[in-house]
């Protein structure tokens, strides 16, 4: 058995960019309208989504990140894992604020900011496992 990475075709790396990373935020950020159905309570389902949900998602997507790093290349730079850590604070900076205006406290100019958020989000996670950019020892 061989530790070497199984490589990823581009359309593999984009399928899984795009499913993944461009689903799951937007998923996560709907939580708060999800846990108002199901809680029948507004304000406990905006504090859950505004405090437990963007941690969790947070969470999870470290933990993914590390796998589609080893799968990918075998190990992780440091600029691939700066690159992961910055996006990953921008994701919970986009779900918590995506919580907050879905309770109705915003503007268009919040959205606009909210939709900003989850384009930097997407784009450094895209860039931080792009698999043409192996890393050199």
């Given at each position: ?47 859950l ?25 075998g ?5 691939r ?16 604020l ?8 915003g ?14 989000y ?13 890393d050199?020892?």
């Amino acid at each position: 058995m061989s530790d070497a990475p199984t490589p990823l075709t581009y359309r593999q790396w984009l399928w899984t960019a795009l499913a993944w990373d461009g689903c799951m935020p937007l998923l996560a950020a709907s939580s708060r309208l999800v846990l108002a159905f199901v809680l029948d309570d507004r304000r406990l389902a905006t504090l859950l989504a505004v405090v437990f949900i963007p941690p969790a998602t947070a969470l999870l997507r470290a933990h993914r990140a590390k796998r589609q790093l080893e799968r990918t290349v075998g190990w992780a730079s440091a600029w691939r894992q700066i690159l992961l850590a910055i996006a990953i604070s921008i994701l919970i900076l986009f779900e918590a604020l995506v919580a907050i205006l879905l309770n109705g406290m915003g503007n268009v100019g919040a959205w606009l900011v909210a939709a900003a958020l989850y384009l930097v989000y997407l784009f450094l996670v895209v860039l931080a496992l792009w698999p043409a950019a192996v890393d050199r020892s």
